[in-house]
């Protein structure tokens, strides 16, 4: 099964919309079939080559709906005046519109926004005309679809970086392990094994420290069913990262699935470094280690709280922005944001919740990471 090929439930809807969302999902199915490993590109005078985000605010959209515009951008041109859309193509499932940012590879990533212990995930993704679609899932708890707001980015690199700032990373890997796509800032090549059912260990030559320092993203990449993926083991050094990345399916079982996995380091979440200059991080293992707790203002982020946790972020609220949450530890546990991240007097307070497999609110470990557009 290629990734990304996916047949959602559609909703009975009516004429134009109809239309609409047919050929919507079989434009989307047609880009998404036969997703390969893209040729290397020439190197690029910065990272990333092509990206975008957007926060779905409204759960039910109408037809060609324009989400929250204070939380979406992209590397195309004029972006303010020429939106990302969303369409509803069937409970719980989207499709995601990126314009003008046409092309092979990448990864995408995507968050749950809400208290009810919903989780979404991405089903595929691929170019769609001149454009760059994601496809997105959301589930409740037990497994079966649901409407629900959340975060998606979707952000593809090559080339290293200049400035060398910091260290970024992405893999987009099959249950067998065997690599879709994958970058390096350090020129490395990323590797991941599989180990048991639900389990890889993932290596990223040449990235951040020996000590623990930047963030780690996962989202599960499943077309047909509710999977949840997450960081269940991080390993620092100084040749490179090890992590291990754990799926489950909506029965809280081990589950093979696709997954993407992004690591940043003194980058934002999808790849950039100066700009855009204000973005920051935090990871949550019953502390926070000083590495992984950034703020490119060069201000302390903070963490209170836990059912929600509330992390801020002084100094760099600076719409259009966006934000995403990866739970960590082994276990189903998952985690999303319980609402939209509120922005006041230059802070950012960001509000990560983590369920039980059972879509309780509990305490638990996460990785949260937020980024501006500037």
Not at 103 to 121: D, E, F, L, N, Y
């Amino acid at each position: 099964m290629h990734a990304g090929t996916f047949a959602p439930p559609v909703r009975p809807v009516g004429g134009a919309r109809a239309v609409r969302a047919l050929f919507l999902v079989l434009a989307v199915l047609a880009a998404l079939v036969g997703v390969s490993l893209p040729a290397a590109g020439p190197a690029h005078a910065a990272v990333p080559d092509r990206w975008g985000f957007a926060y779905l605010d409204n759960p039910t959209p109408p037809l060609g709906y324009v989400p929250d515009t204070s939380r979406q951008w992209g590397s195309w041109p004029t972006p303010a005046t020429n939106p990302v859309r969303v369409e509803q193509v069937g409970t719980g499932s989207y499709v995601v519109h990126f314009p003008l940012i046409a092309g092979p590879g990448g990864i995408a990533h995507v968050t749950a926004v809400g208290r009810t212990g919903s989780w979404c995930q991405v089903k595929g993704w691929g170019t769609a005309g001149t454009g760059q679609d994601v496809a997105v899932g959301c589930y409740r708890p037990g497994g079966a679809p649901v409407n629900n707001q959340f975060t998606v980015l979707y952000t593809t690199s090559s080339g290293v970086p200049s400035p060398a700032v910091g260290s970024y990373g992405y893999v987009f890997a099959n249950p067998t392990g065997s690599v879709v796509t994958q970058y390096n800032s350090a020129g490395g090549t990323n590797t991941v094994g599989p180990g048991g059912t639900g389990i890889w260990k993932v290596w990223l030559p040449g990235l951040g420290q020996s000590a623990p320092v930047g963030n780690l993203e996962v989202t599960a990449v499943d077309a047909s069913a509710g999977a949840r993926c997450k960081v269940a083991d991080w390993s620092p050094s100084a040749s490179g990262q090890t992590a291990v990345v754990a799926c489950f399916n909506a029965a809280n079982a081990p589950y093979n699935t696709r997954w993407t996995l992004s690591y940043s380091e003194k980058r934002a979440v999808h790849g950039p470094a100066l700009p855009p200059n204000n973005y920051g991080y935090l990871w949550f293992n019953g502390s926070v280690p000083p590495g992984t707790n950034y703020n490119s203002s060069g201000a302390t982020n903070t963490l209170a709280g836990s059912v929600p946790y509330t992390v801020t972020l002084p100094n760099i609220a600076v719409p259009s922005d966006t934000a995403q949450v990866t739970a960590f530890g082994p276990g189903p546990d998952y985690c999303g944001l319980a609402l939209p991240w509120a922005r006041s007097a230059g802070t950012v307070s960001l509000y990560p919740l983590c369920f039980n497999g059972s879509g309780s609110p509990i305490g638990s470990r996460f990785f949260t990471a937020f980024s501006s557009a500037f």
